[in-house]
């Protein structure tokens, strides 16, 4: 009895001594987003929640729901804006579906950056800064910052080569459902044809659609390789991943945990980073190894044929000046 009486002495005590966060109430998170479960949006939440578990000491985690299981991209920014998600991952030029961030329109135009360097210096300046700021001001939601790269945007097909925007004429080619992309795309001469994502590899199998754009990342995951032939490494958008939360769910927490938070998403972007090349030179031998042909086109005709949209669009879906700005941004 005496030895019972003072193991739970001990323990008491024990428990007494811990950090203060340590005795804290847990806090989960739960992020949700619309890529499959093997993609960089949920490998890069996952580095997320690792480190948000170190730099709390366990009093925080996350739950992560991949695949748009709590709904498509427009239904998970109203739910983030509605405070029923905590947070969300996505490519950060598709914030455009709230129409006070229609302004990031400009970010997803053809050969806007130079390269992925000259994609992070945006992020990091002043430019960025001011119209994320109007952005989280009129949507009520806490930008937390970058969350890793993308692979540049490209053209795959399965029985042409595309060289030039004329080798691409009449072809039905699958692409978002983002304006500009697919005024892009008609200026190059395709088709731009809706394709759901859960129906992109059926669709290219079965002919409906000649070739979808993306970068080597979502191909090589969604096992595209296996229904394309070509990879035309235009390059035409550089981008990245972003991480929102909740306003409310933001001011829930203690400024320690927003600190935590903050911190961890730093962490994982730094990983996500030094990991970035080594990542997509893998993706490309994988896509290769599955008889995929890597082709280098001509870029400065996809850029020159592209360039007329940009000058129509100047000063309409965004300031007068802004895209030479950002483009001429070291």
Partial sequence: MLKRLMT????????????????????????????????SFQINSERFAKHLRQV?????????VPGGALGNLVQLWAQLRAGSLDMHVIDIGAILPMKEA?????????????????????????????????????TGIKYVGPLGDRPPRALTTRKKKVMTPADMKGMKIRT??????????????????????SELYQSLQSGLVNGQENGIDAVVQ????????????????????????????????????QGWVTAAAKAANDEAVAAFDGEVAAMFAQAKAKGMEIVEPDIAAFRAAARPIVEAWDGKRWPKGMYDKIHAMK
């Avoid at 000491?57 to 992560?64: A, L, Q, R, S």
């Avoid at 991480?243 to 829930?252: D, E, P």
């Fill in 176 to 197: 978002p459902l983002n304006p500009a992309i697919t005024e892009v795309f008609k200026a190059w001469g395709a088709a731009p044809t809706p394709v759901k994502g």
């Fill in 56 to 64: 709390s000491g366990g009093t925080m985690d996350v739950e992560i």
């Fill in 222 to 257: 969604a096992g595209l390789t296996e229904v394309q032939k070509y990879f035309m490494n235009t390059r035409y958008i550089h981008s990245g991943i972003g991480m929102w939360i909740s306003g409310a769910k933001w001011q829930s927490l203690s400024a320690e945990q």
């Fill in 8 to 39: 739970v002495t001990v323990a008491g005590l024990a428990f007494a001594l811990l950090p203060l966060a340590a005795q804290a109430a847990s806090v989960s998170l739960k992020i949700a987003h619309v890529a499959p479960p093997t993609s």
């Fill in 102 to 138: 229609r302004h990031f329109f400009i970010v997803t135009m053809p050969y806007l950056f130079r390269d992925q360097a000259h994609w992070r210096s945006f992020l990091a300046g002043d430019v960025f800064a001011g119209m994320m700021a109007k952005a989280e001001t009129a």
